[in-house]
C-alpha cells in the first residue's frame, strides 16, 4: 500500500482544513485508512480512522468536535477535516494504512506510513 498525503500549510486559527490521502495497492479493501499527527518534541499520536466500509470509524476524544474523517473508496482516497484551526494543531500529519476493519489503532499498529503534510497554525 503506497500513501499520498495533501493539503497542509500554513493557516490562521479558525482556519478549516482538508487533508487528502491519496492510497494505492491491489487490497485496500481490507485496509483502514487514517491520520496520525506529530508535533516538534512529542510522540506520533492518533487522529482519526475509517475501515473500508465505513462501519467502524473513530477520532481522538480531545478532537472530535472539530475533526472529521471520510473516505471516498471510488477514489481510494481518505480525508481529513478540520474546523476551527489552533495553534496546537500544528504538526506534521502522516497518513497511515492499517489491516483489517478498525477505526483506530496505536502507531505502532500502523503497517503503512504516508509521507507527511506539514499543518502550521499561526495565531
Known amino acids: 500500500v503506497q500513501l499520498q498525503a495533501s493539503g497542509g500549510g500554513l493557516v490562521q486559527a479558525g482556519d478549516s482544513l482538508r487533508l487528502s490521502c491519496a492510497a494505492s495497492?491491489?487490497?485496500?479493501?481490507?485496509?483502514?485508512l487514517g491520520w496520525f499527527r506529530q508535533a516538534p518534541g512529542l510522540d506520533r499520536e492518533f487522529v482519526a480512522g475509517?475501515?473500508?466500509?465505513?462501519?467502524?470509524?473513530g477520532v481522538r476524544a480531545a478532537l472530535v468536535d472539530r475533526f472529521t474523517i471520510s473516505r471516498d473508496n471510488a477514489k481510494d482516497t481518505v480525508y481529513l477535516h478540520i474546523n476551527s484551526l489552533k495553534p496546537e494543531d500544528t504538526a506534521v500529519y502522516y497518513c497511515?494504512?492499517?489491516?483489517?476493519?478498525?477505526?483506530?489503532?496505536?502507531?505502532?499498529?500502523?503497517?503503512?506510513w504516508g509521507q507527511g503534510t506539514l499543518v502550521t497554525v499561526s495565531s
Open positions: 497511515a494504512a492499517r489491516l483489517g476493519l478498525r477505526g483506530s489503532w496505536h502507531s505502532s499498529e500502523t503497517e503503512y
Open positions: 495497492g491491489r487490497t485496500l479493501d481490507k485496509y483502514a
Open positions: 475509517i475501515d473500508w466500509s465505513r462501519n467502524n470509524m
